[in-house]
């Protein structure tokens, strides 16, 4: 069976390249799926991208995850970080794994982005290295399956 990786991205980062460049930078959701998509080829797996802007969409699409058999999710939760008891309680009836991530350094922010919601339930978490984030993510979720498929 081909190894599934999903990478889920949250509210307003559709606007990336667009949005607060300051903080979130340049590169465009696009781009960056564009890069991870070579990542994918490289290591022979197959990778999947979604985003939303509903909190419901993206707790359907954790599900929708179980039921395909997908390996790991990378999830940059957005706002939703810090306010979805559902997005966790999905992950905790999944059981998926996942790395969550998120292009600024939350602590760096306001005092309300410093708690999250997915943080102690998560695989690890990747916070300030910009869009960089994403491919160390993926990167190191290939590397979880590899390790658990050689177990």
Known sequence: ?????LVINGPNLNLL?????????TDSLKSIESRLLELAKEFSVNAEFFQSNNEGDLVERVHQAFRDGVNFIVINPGAYTHTSIALRDAFLG????????HISNVYKREEFRHKSYLSDIALGVISGL?????????KAAITEIQKTKNL
């Open 94 to 101: 999944t059981k998926i794994p996942f790395i969550e991530i």
């Open 17 to 25: 390249g667009e949005r607060e460049p300051g903080i979130y930078g």
């Open 130 to 138: 910009g869009t960089l984030g994403y491919e160390l993510a993926f």
């Open 1 to 5: 069976m081909a190894t599934k990786l």
